[in-house]
């Protein structure tokens, strides 16, 4: 082999170990929860409005603080307004990216499904299974709501497989019954 194609062939492994390195950081595998396993963790499950959001920087990385108005609680006792802590956001110059952590847009409307304690920050249980997003149709004012998740795979440990599952469009009255039937179902 020619210095040449030594040198070629040192730079290709070189840029192959950095892409493999740059694939695997940004790997987030979920593993999927049921509905009902969603429901019954839950320590909490409300529509909120965002109504704001700081970032900041722990221990080396990025967190965002998330505030919500709480419209309606399915599930649990909520104060007025709310905290959820998720991974990453952008502070200052520095932006970090955690797939499946749900980000919110201010004003925008969601069903989320909570994991913590009031009087301190929430966690949204299992990210994008646990957030729900309120669509209205602009016509007919019928709102409906998708699941984050049926649109980002997720690992179903029953079938040793990645697949996209969730609700998709479905009416709000629809998922507000399903949510009650689980959270009495639930209730000991």
């Known amino acids: 082999m020619s210095y040449a194609q030594r040198r070629r062939f040192l730079w290709l492994l070189f840029l192959a170990g950095l892409f493999l390195i740059a694939v ?25 409005r965002c109504v704001g959001a700081d970032t900041r920087v722990e221990n080396g990385e990025i967190f965002t603080d998330t505030r919500f108005h709480v419209l309606e609680s399915e599930k649990g006792s909520l104060p007025a307004t709310i905290v959820v802590r998720q991974p990453g956001g952008k502070f200052q110059h520095l932006v970090s990216h955690v797939e499946g952590a749900p980000e919110f847009r201010l004003g925008e409307e969601v069903y989320l499904f909570l994991w913590g304690r009031p009087g301190r920050q929430f966690y949204v249980l299992g990210w994008s299974q646990g957030t729900f997003r309120v669509h209205r149709d602009a016509l007919s004012g019928k709102e409906t709501v998708t699941q984050d998740s049926a649109e980002m795979p997720v690992f179903d440990p029953e079938t040793h497989a990645f697949t996209k599952m969730g609700f998709k469009n479905l009416r709000v009255e629809v998922f507000q019954e399903r949510v009650r039937r689980e959270v009495l179902r639930t209730v000991p």
């Open 24 to 48: 695997t950081a940004r790997a987030t595998t979920l593993v999927r929860l049921r509905f009902p396993d969603l429901v019954h963790y839950a320590s909490a499950i409300a529509r909120v």
